[in-house]
């Protein structure tokens, strides 16, 4: 009998093992209560009789047919309930189908093995938690590798596999390719989904800082320790660490995280107890590794324990299709973000969008929608709209300088002003930007951007 405090799950499956086990684990929580529905349908026709208390919480197993969704049901049932948060069980990964069911509300689309029974514990557990902030309205869903290139299936597969330990993972490609999209990806689908997920670049911290920010430091450790502070290995305690651009780490400190990973324990700068720690590891960089090694910059000891899973992403220009996907994506999300109507690309704009060689990758490919879908003035988005630096393929050469300023010099013109408005705090305004800070410091350290003098 539902107590005030209950909690009220409808479970939407088939008589299976799988969900009389789950409603089996779900029940051994005393607050909820558990009802069960072998289909939409009769989830839908289920009329709670006036007083009764409506569902605080949807399951839907979504058996083997997870690309037949009941999706006009499951539109109903998000309509007639659209309070209650909807999760959807399926046998498989299917990036594209969870960010349309994401799209149109569902609350988390988790895949189906042994730890999804724990993941679904976690995440209704959060569900009831209060939530200190709304999470960025930053759709698709920032850890979903969308993509339907046989290289993209590879990689999904490659993500699921890794999910299923803590084995590290590698993840090698260019900029903007989305290696930290793989990191989050792999987090989101492990059992460590409810812990932290923390991200470090190695590229945007002062080398002086860097071992404290990794490690912690005690109080006095050095000039301007004034107190205690832990480092990105505990913060991540149980969850998560993401090292981005790995590769800029330098040789004394390489020493320091090859002893850290073989003990598995830290000491935090000034400190002496040896702190252990349970991480998962996921380490990127756009340069080739291996190269770094055969140079002398990176130690080799270093680079065969952090090569794990090594998973590479190809660049976007070797994805066919994908870039007309991921388009078609980002147009969406943007469209929906600033209350727009969604406009489809005019056949010549997804000539030229296929034609482009975007150098850099997806996160170009996104700004480059953006823009357009603020400039586009017809129904649809046309050729003319998409603000490349060069329509042409990128093998005809560049552009002649016409009276418009490029993409790159309109991008940089942003990224200054951000800068400049943010007093040279690079991580607020690459926050701002949703661009990586190691795209804001490697344009700093090449000049094509300057830190506003007040900062430095
Ligand atoms: N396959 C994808 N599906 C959806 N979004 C993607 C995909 N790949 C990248 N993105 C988006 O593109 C942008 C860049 O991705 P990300 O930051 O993961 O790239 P990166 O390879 O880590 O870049 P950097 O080398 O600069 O650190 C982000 O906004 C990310 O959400």
């Not at 558990?34 to 949807?58: E, H, I």
């Not at 909807?86 to 609350?107: K, M, R, W």
Request: overall charge neutral; glycine content about 6%; some cysteine.
């Amino acid at each position: 009998m539902p107590t005030p405090s209950s909690y009220i799950i409808w479970l939407i499956g088939p008589d299976s093992y799988y969900v009389t086990r789950l409603c089996h684990r779900l029940c051994l929580n005393p607050d909820y209560q558990v009802r069960r529905f072998t289909s939409v349908a009769a989830a839908l026709a289920a009329r709670p009789s006036p007083g009764s208390p409506l569902p605080n919480a949807l399951v839907l197993d979504s058996d083997d047919a997870a690309q037949q969704l009941p999706q006009r049901l499951l539109a109903k049932l998000r309509e007639r309930l659209p309070e209650a948060p909807l999760f959807v069980l399926a046998d498989q990964a299917n990036a594209t189908l969870e960010a349309q069911l994401l799209s149109q509300g569902i609350t988390a689309y988790l895949v189906k093995d042994a730890g999804s029974p724990e993941r679904l514990w976690q995440a209704l557990a959060k569900t009831r938690e209060p939530q200190p902030t709304p999470p960025p309205a930053d759709s698709p869903a920032s850890h979903l590798l969308l993509g339907e290139h046989p290289t993209i299936l590879r990689v999904r597969e490659l993500i699921t596999k890794a999910a299923r330990t803590s084995i590290t993972v590698s993840v090698s490609g260019e900029t903007g390719t989305g290696k930290e999209v793989v990191a989050q990806a792999i987090h989101a689908q492990s059992s460590r989904v409810g812990k932290p997920f923390v991200a470090l670049n190695m590229a945007a911290i002062p080398r002086e800082l860097l071992e404290s920010e990794l490690f912690g430091h005690e109080k006095g450790a050095f000039t301007g320790a004034a107190s205690r502070r832990t480092g990105r290995f505990e913060e991540a305690s149980g969850g998560t660490l993401f090292l981005d651009e790995i590769a800029d780490l330098e040789l004394t400190l390489q020493a320091k995280l090859l002893r850290v990973l073989q003990e598995r324990t830290i000491t935090r700068v000034g400190g002496r107890d040896a702190i252990p720690f349970d991480v998962r590891l996921v380490v990127a960089t756009h340069r080739d590794l291996a190269a770094e090694v055969r140079a002398g910059r990176f130690r080799e000891d270093l680079y065969y324990r952090l090569l794990g899973l090594p998973i590479e992403l190809p660049p976007l220009r070797s994805r066919g299709q994908d870039v007309l996907l991921l388009a078609t994506a980002f147009e969406r999300a943007f469209s929906q973000q600033n209350g727009l109507p969604s406009r489809p690309f005019s056949k010549e704009a997804r000539q030229a969008l296929l034609n482009y060689a975007f150098p850099g990758n997806v996160r170009e490919l996104k700004a480059v929608v953006e823009l357009a879908t603020v400039l586009a003035e017809g129904a649809q988005l046309e050729a003319a709209d998409l603000p490349f630096r060069n329509l042409a393929p990128v093998a005809d050469g560049p552009a002649p300088k016409g009276q418009h300023p490029s993409l790159r010099e309109q991008t940089l013109a942003i990224m200054q002003q951000s800068l400049n408005d943010m007093q040279g705090d690079v991580v607020a305004a690459a926050g701002r930007l949703r661009v990586g800070r190691s795209t804001l410091y490697r344009l700093i350290q090449s000049g094509e951007l300057r830190l506003p003098t007040s900062a430095t």
